[in-house]
């Protein structure tokens, strides 16, 4: 069965640091979300990713954070300077179209740990 | 402000008793319903889903859920708990138009007693 894939599974970084979370989505899938959960928190919506652009993002996604598709597989999010705050398990999920009758597919995360 | 409440944050049931994990939504209009399952080191897995017709759902695993408008609530239930049922449960929502986010709730964690 296809599945999500994200690497690295844990990132250790400095604060300050730019670090790069990758996914490679569903190979058919056409909408990409990232989302994250802090110890203890819930799953929280940060963007999502249609067609080359942003179509949706919440207000957790500042200018920290970008997201790109680099190529026809890759689905990365990037945090310029990270904050301690920012450690949280990072979760990357596609979908294959748009509407709610798909399920959106998630990997297993990124666990990112900020020092 | 549109919301997911999962009331209880722990919960162990005996391998073989029947569990209900509950969940309630904050939104004026009918939402879309999701109830996702991680293990330890895996992604969320769908259990089920419920966009509308019948309020109970059957999903994956031998779980099901019941949509119940009056009470704004998705309550997951299975019959006979397994020990690999052990995991984290979320129940998340759907408000908005096609291809949005889905907002979570902040899981439920499942122990299985032998």
């Known amino acids: 069965e296809p599945e999500v894939t994200q690497t690295p599974s844990h990132q250790v970084t400095q604060m300050g640091q730019e670090v790069i979370l990758r996914c490679v989505p569903i190979?058919?899938?056409?909408?990409f979300y990232w989302y994250r959960q802090i110890l203890g928190q819930k799953v929280e919506f940060l963007v999502s990713?249609?067609?080359?652009?942003?179509?949706?993002k919440s207000e957790i996604f500042d200018d920290q954070f970008s997201v790109e598709r680099p190529d026809g597989s890759n689905f990365t999010l990037k945090i310029r300077s990270t904050k301690l705050e920012d450690s949280a398990m990072y979760f990357c999920?596609?979908?294959?179209?748009?509407?709610?009758?798909?399920?959106?597919?998630f990997g297993p995360g990124t666990r990112l740990t900020v020092l | 402000a549109q919301s997911v409440t999962q009331p209880d944050i722990h919960i162990t049931v005996s391998e073989g008793a029947s569990l209900e994990l509950r969940c309630n939504y904050s939104?004026?209009?009918?939402?879309?319903l999701f109830w996702y399952v991680q293990s330890p080191g895996q992604g969320l897995q769908l259990l089920l889903k419920?966009?509308?017709?019948?309020?109970l759902v059957q999903g994956i695993k031998g779980f099901e859920a019941e949509f119940k408008r009056s009470q704004s609530s998705f309550n997951l239930r299975k019959p006979s708990v397994h020990w690999s049922d052990a995991a984290e449960y979320f129940c998340?929502?759907?408000?908005?138009?096609?291809?949005?986010?889905?907002?979570f709730g902040k899981g439920t964690t499942l122990s299985v007693s032998s």
């Open positions: 999920a596609s979908k294959s179209s748009a509407g709610f009758t798909d399920t959106q597919y």
């Open positions: 190979s058919n899938h056409l909408y």
């Open positions: 990713f249609y067609n080359n652009e942003i179509s949706e």
């Open positions: 939104y004026g209009a009918t939402p879309y």
């Open positions: 419920y966009f509308s017709g019948d309020t």
């Open positions: 998340a929502v759907a408000f908005n138009q096609a291809g949005t986010a889905l907002i």
